[in-house]
């Protein structure tokens, strides 16, 4: 089998490095030279491939940079072999939709790993990236039994699970539980640079605030295709804090306590 | 030497068996007689005894919640022995400083541990809670620099380091970094419970949501203790998020960016 990557960054490299095996042939495709020398070095691809090479694959992961997906999508329709599938790793999904219902391309399936790192770069990949986590899968009507079960078949072989998920609904759940968090942790960062007379940060503190440093031109893309679900998502933030506030105001110990409560409730049902 | 310890739940049963060795004699008191149980039966104390002999010891921790600090600080400042040091744990100076400053005691000393867990009690106490960690201690003039010695070399003993700041900085500085990961956690806790439809979790939400289910009681009393610099906090959330919101809702690329480019320089600067 031949899985072939468009893309050659942390998640790129990642798929690489967690397929690569006797039996499988990678091929890695990056516009950018540099990413393409650390992505060999590092055993993420057995071999660099031109773009039209590797949209022959049986197996293409396109996983660039979101305002990037369509055109690879384009590019991979136009040149792909009778029997490739290929699939995207876009944290938003909205774009990707539109580009997928306007081809009905059996052969694509649209897909999200949960997974990552605050740093960038396949320099930062790992065999282990997506072990244990959860590989969004969005099929379509349009979309091939087949091609469906050669995507999930590869999620599983990197020892990630394949969660089926309508892709709009996608969005809106990833806007409150990846979106919002990276929005917060950047306001938290931003606050304490403003404040802090010396380092007397703890644990809560390097847990919220590990992602604050996230790559911005990724982040600004990821934001900008998701923009009217994270506003809503931070909308209902500005309530929920809102709220507090008022009862902190106020000094009443009852409102603080229900927040807390509520909260704790809710951690419990979630995880 | 005998160390007394007021409060045996997690960060009272923590000292314990941090400086529970040969030549120190650990003393605890806990009006809960469970509490008293669950740290006698870990090896957080070696016995335990009354408030009035407790306050004897050579010096005293105060691990008691924040709405009891000032009674206990009450209590041994009248039981106390000659030699006695008395130091808090408390994360919101405000209403101990007032008490500081009212009894110029140069026994006492205020101190802050900065660690912590997402669960409560000395079921959970660990050894290690402080290695590694900042012990923020708040001299006053009034403060004995014997006293002052003998609380940082305890620290020291259990792997800490001591940080010299001011009280009232202190609870601004700690409202930002410890105070708001929390509201911030909780709101994120809540949002989810409402929307999720199914488990699509990543790594950046288990980080800024492991706080999410913290002790509503605890919380609540340290939210109301430092509700004035909490306020203010939530204030320059709000403004920060709702900065963004706009970026967000004008499609603007650069604004967007400007974020988290921001977001990545304090991020660089501060860590």
New interface residues.
């Given amino acids: 089998m031949t899985v072939g990557i468009v893309g050659l960054g942390l998640i790129g490299g990642s798929i690489g490095l967690a397929l690569r095996e006797p039996g499988r042939r990678i091929v890695g495709y990056d516009p950018n030279s540099a990413s393409v020398k650390v992505a060999f070095d590092r055993g993420c691809i057995d071999a660099f491939a031109e773009l039209d090479e590797v949209s022959k694959a049986d197996i293409v992961f396109v996983a660039v940079p979101p305002r990037h997906v369509v055109e690879v999508l384009d590019s991979i329709r136009e040149q792909k072999g009778p029997e490739t599938v290929y699939t995207d790793c876009t944290s938003v999904k909205s774009e990707v939709v539109e580009w997928a219902l306007a081809h009905n391309d059996p052969q694509f399936v649209m897909g999200h790993p949960?997974?990552?790192?605050e740093r960038s770069g396949a320099a930062f990949a790992s065999a282990w990236m997506f072990r244990g986590?959860?590989w969004?899968v969005s099929p379509l009507n349009s979309t091939a039994v087949a091609s469906l079960k050669k995507v999930d078949g590869l999620i599983t072989a990197m020892g990630a699970t394949s969660?089926k998920?309508d892709a709009i609904?996608?969005d809106?759940?990833?806007a409150?539980?990846?979106h919002?968090?990276?929005?917060?942790?950047?306001?938290?960062?931003?606050?304490?640079?403003?404040?802090?007379?010396?380092?007397?940060?703890?644990?809560?503190?390097r847990?919220?605030?590990?992602?604050?440093?996230?790559?911005?031109?990724l982040?600004?893309q990821i934001?900008?295709a998701n923009?009217e679900e994270?506003?809503k998502?931070?909308?209902?933030?500005?309530a929920?804090?809102?709220e507090?506030?008022t009862h902190?105001?106020a000094?009443e110990?009852d409102g603080?306590?229900a927040?807390?409560?509520?909260?704790?409730?809710?951690?419990?049902?979630?995880?």
């Fill in positions: 949960m997974a990552g790192h986590s959860k969004i969660v998920m609904v996608h809106r759940e990833i409150i539980v990846s919002l968090p990276h929005a917060l942790a950047g306001v938290l960062v931003q606050l304490a640079d403003n404040h802090q007379e010396v380092d007397v940060t703890g644990g809560s503190w847990d919220l605030t590990r992602v604050g440093g996230a790559d911005p031109v982040w600004t934001f900008i923009r994270i506003s998502a931070i909308e209902e933030t500005q929920k804090l809102a507090l506030k902190l105001d000094n110990y603080v306590w927040f807390f409560a509520q909260a704790r409730n809710a951690k419990e049902r979630i995880s």
